[in-house]
């Protein structure tokens, strides 16, 4: 978190010094609150599933590492002409893909499977925003913090033909992100709002997810310290997310 407390000063600090001057001219909405939907896609700066320290994905192989997409929600209270406050529900959907070697229990290592895992993540944060008035739009800057909710599925083709359908465990974990926006109003209801967002759901904390059913039960056959070898890491995600939302604002307070 400490990058991002770095960015997010760096951010804030000529909006607040440029306020005094452009505020003045602004006038409060006739309605202070607005809801959007967004659609992003992220350009990912550390994942755990992508890592090419993580067995899963050494050597990570077919895969684009840039095709994480965020689709989300936003609710707004609009406190001063400068400053709001914003909560955002976001779904996260990430699918990685590499080629590996199962080990079975006698030891011997098998053909190669290809693995395909996908992350989910269920991401609600909440935080203050600060707003400087630039034509027919607002340059916004947020900052918001909150909980992840994620969960992995694997999937491959082990050597044998065997096929491997594996649903992990869902864990919990802090995330927050800081935004720098524009939202430009074509009409006083509607608004089209463009966006730049650090995500930082990344922890130094990396465990294996944990398989819903264990492995003993749904692959006896296949030796259990590899089928653990296979199995995701849960530290989530950073990345950088490239926005598009839709705006509207509510009816008169």
Not at 172 to 193: D, E, I, K, M, N
Not at 201 to 218: C, D, K, L, Q, V
Not at 227 to 236: N, T
């Amino acid at each position: 978190m400490k990058n991002q407390k770095i960015l997010l000063l760096l951010l804030a600090v000529p909006i607040l010094a440029l306020q005094p001057f452009i505020c003045n001219g602004q006038n409060l909405p006739e309605s202070r609150f607005t809801v959007g939907i967004e659609i992003a896609r992220g350009l990912l700066l550390d994942c755990s599933i992508c890592d090419a320290s993580n067995i899963i994905n050494k050597p990570l192989q077919n895969s684009d590492p840039e095709s994480y997409q965020v689709f989300s929600g936003h609710f707004n209270y609009r406190a001063t002409r400068g400053l709001g406050f914003t909560a955002n529900l976001s779904y996260g959907n990430l699918q990685a893909q590499s080629t590996r070697f199962l080990v079975d229990n006698n030891g011997e290592e098998g053909f190669p499977i290809q693995q395909s895992v996908a992350e989910h993540s269920r991401m609600l944060t909440i935080g203050p925003q600060l707003f400087i008035r630039i034509g027919q739009g607002d340059l916004g800057l947020e900052f918001r913090t909150g909980f992840n909710i994620h969960n992995a599925r694997l999937q491959a083709i082990g050597f044998g033909g065997e096929e491997f359908d594996i649903k992990y465990k869902m864990k919990f974990s802090r995330c927050g992100a800081t935004r720098l926006s524009y939202t430009y109003w074509p009409t006083h209801w509607f608004g089209v709002q463009f966006s730049t967002e650090f995500f930082v759901g990344n922890t130094a904390y990396s465990e294996y997810y944990e398989p819903r059913i264990a492995y003993a039960e749904s692959h006896p056959e296949i030796n259990q310290e590899a089928l653990q070898k296979i199995s995701p890491r849960e530290a989530g995600i950073n990345s950088l997310n490239f926005g598009l939302s839709l705006t509207y604002r509510l009816s008169d307070r």
